[in-house]
């Protein structure tokens, strides 16, 4: 089973907060690392849930079993090394981490997944969209699977309302339109 670990790193932070559009209003240590304790407090509630229902739905196996999480501050996350950005609440950044979890499962494996026939005819239909929106389409409906077997669709809808992107926008509409179940099955190492 896949689980996560949090981890806060001066030297990353340092890193990042030079890096940043405004290094006076970065969070210090001890701020990110009480947001780092209540995040990890909800993640210990309820991600390996989110992690089981990732894998269980698509059918492969997290190649990797521990994923180190840093938090930094600032508010963009990423997956790569993952990342938690400093979010206004840990609900939200709960969301955020399943959102990045489920990027981190599609790159596993040397692209085990991205490199199937249905996830490449899935990439090949949408091949007209812009890349941010070509890629979270699946990474969208599988987000939105997790969202409906945790019983959280407000939460996903308010996600949908609050987005700035039009190309994020775009992905969820497409998702909401075809169907996150009918998206699944087809990238699916084993359909439902």
Not at 26 to 32: S, V
Not at 60 to 79: A, Q, T
Request: hydrophobic share 35%.
């Amino acid at each position: 089973m896949a689980y996560l670990t949090f981890q806060y790193s001066s030297v990353y932070n340092r890193f990042i907060k030079q890096r940043s559009d405004n290094p006076d209003a970065y969070p210090d240590q001890a701020t990110l690392t009480n947001y780092l304790g209540d995040v990890e407090k909800l993640w210990r509630q309820r991600g390996e849930k989110v992690l089981t229902i990732i894998e269980t739905r698509l059918g492969i196996p997290w190649d990797n079993k521990e994923h180190v999480c840093y938090v930094m501050g600032l508010k963009r996350s990423f997956s790569n090394p993952l990342s938690l950005g400093f979010l206004p609440n840990t609900e939200r950044a709960f969301d955020v981490l399943t959102h990045e979890m489920i990027h981190r499962y599609f790159i596993q494996r040397d692209r085990k997944l991205v490199k199937t026939d249905g996830f490449q005819q899935l990439m090949q239909q949408y091949a007209d969209e812009p890349l941010p929106t070509k890629n979270h389409v699946p990474v969208h409906a599988l987000h939105q699977h997790v969202y409906e077997k945790l019983d959280r669709q407000k939460e996903m809808q308010e996600e949908i309302a609050n987005l700035i992107r039009d190309e994020y926008k775009r992905s969820w509409y497409i998702v909401q339109e075809v169907g996150a179940e009918k998206i699944l099955d087809r990238i699916a190492a084993r359909p439902r």
